[in-house]
């Protein structure tokens, strides 16, 4: 396949997904303008994948904050119960702030 007629339907395309198109309108925009079926097909295929993994990248930071402030609340629990004895001190901002982060940067990554 010609790299020429391959670099003009990704770009098209790029531009197109950016813009907020639809599969659909990006399938016939490209169509109209000549490009074989079988590379639209892969085009698209490829500019979905490409925004799944910008999605993902994008929310993993804040996945691992979670896990972190997780880890800050046990690790805070374990030191007053060794500290303190008597008085268990059980940092349930830290815990439950992590678990919602984590949850919400998960579901935001699917």
Known sequence: ?????????????????????D????RARLEKKGIPEDLIKNV??????????????????????GLIKVGLGVALAIIS?????????????FIVSGILYALIARQRMK
């Open 1 to 21: 396949m010609d790299e020429g007629l391959k670099n003009r339907a990704y770009l098209e395309g790029m531009r197109l997904k950016k813009s907020g198109m």
């Open 23 to 26: 599969d659909e309108i990006i």
């Open 44 to 65: 698209i295929q490829n500019l979905n994948l490409k925004q799944q993994v910008e999605k993902k990248e994008e929310h993993q930071p804040m996945y691992y904050s």
């Open 81 to 93: 119960a060794i500290v303190l004895p008597g008085k268990i001190y059980l940092p349930i901002g």
